[in-house]
């Protein structure tokens, strides 16, 4: 799956299950070991977990599987990789002390991305 396919699914599955400021960050250029990073905000730990779950669902669909998932349990910073693509889902007061928004803040937003075709 292409990474462009792959951010624009995360991010709908995001924003179905009510996930707020959902970023998606082009690191191509930053980094050698990710493409990019999707940050999402979630209200409580239930709401981060079901995002976590729907995501690996959807995405497991197209057989693409995360090689790691940390942070389901306690669900305030749940960190999924997928290799290219690590989904950062955080409760809003880890989001704001690990401020990964500001610390990646220079690189360039994968969204809106378009649909093929």
Known sequence: MRLEDKVRLVAEVLEEKKGEDIVALDLREFATIVDAFILVSAQVPVQARSM??????VLGESRVFPWHVEGYGEGRWILMDYGDVV????LQE???L???D??????????PVEKEG
């Open 52 to 57: 976590a779950d729907e995501v690996e669902r």
């Open 87 to 90: 989904v950062h889902i955080f």
């Open 94 to 96: 880890a989001r704001e």
């Open 98 to 100: 690990y401020d990964l």
């Open 102 to 111: 500001r610390l990646w803040g220079d690189a360039p937003s994968l969204l």
